[in-house]
């Protein structure tokens, strides 16, 4: 039999016969079709259902349109995965931190008011504080300028120039004669020690005299080891309140009438301006003189 060339068309093949470089290549990649009989695994069979199945694609919903793109020819569409329960996830978070903001917002608008009124009760007790300090309850007995009397208000201008009173330039207060803080010493059974000397000596002499030293800006004051402050000035002339206040109107507006005389004449002494100083001191001046003749009268 003579041999069939390989180019000859083969009817019973139909367009897979050819064999030569005429054969289009999709017929030579596509796979023969595989035929299933009885004897076929079930197993085999679900495959191919399951791949049959993966390619469907889910039908389009009625009178909405599809904003999914279409595939190219060829290419497997992949459907976008739903963000509805994402959607709903974040709404129900941004839902909770508004309810949670809102819920601080309101307590603290509802601790508002106690803010506000706890400062405003702070203030007021401040307010109460200050006016007790300028009443003198807590300032050592000081009394407001516009609550004093007469003769408060002589002590309170005495106690500004003291030492401008006849009595008071003539003899010094406190005393500056060493002799009368040795007798007071003395009487105390005290020694003043130096300070150069202080941790040299012993605390005791042979006397039982305990040592103490004298503070340099305080004429008659001294300090004792244990820290003591020791007072030798002589309390029933020293210019107090306490001391003033004893006497009577005419003596203090007398006194007043010598500070005001000797503070207007050390003025000249100052090479400061002290026209407006002078001015004032010369109508409390006349004031002293008009309420001593007042006082004069009555008598």
Known sequence: QAAIPSHSFCPSQGALGMADDDAPLSALAKAPSRKFDDDTPLASLAAKKDAGSSKKVAPKAAGRPSNTPKAPAGKAVVAKPKAKANFKRKRESSSGSTTSSYSST?????????????????????????????????????????????????????????????????????????????????EQKLRKVSIEEWEWLPENDESGCRKVYELSQFRGVFRNSAGELIDLRPKDTCPCFNNFIKKDRATLCTMLIQAYTNQMTDLKNCRYPTEKLEKDLRVALTKARNLLSSDSQMK
């Open 106 to 186: 309101s307590s603290d608008s509802d601790d508002a008011p106690l803010r506000k009124k706890a400062s405003k009760s702070q203030k007021v007790k401040t307010l109460r504080k200050k006016a007790t300090a300028e009443d003198g309850e807590e300032t050592g007995g000081a009394i407001r300028k516009k609550e004093r009397d007469t003769k408060e208000e002589l002590v309170a201008q005495l106690l500004c120039r003291w030492w401008y009173v006849d009595s008071y330039m003539k003899n010094d207060w406190p005393p500056q004669e060493e002799e009368f803080y040795q007798a007071r010493l003395a």
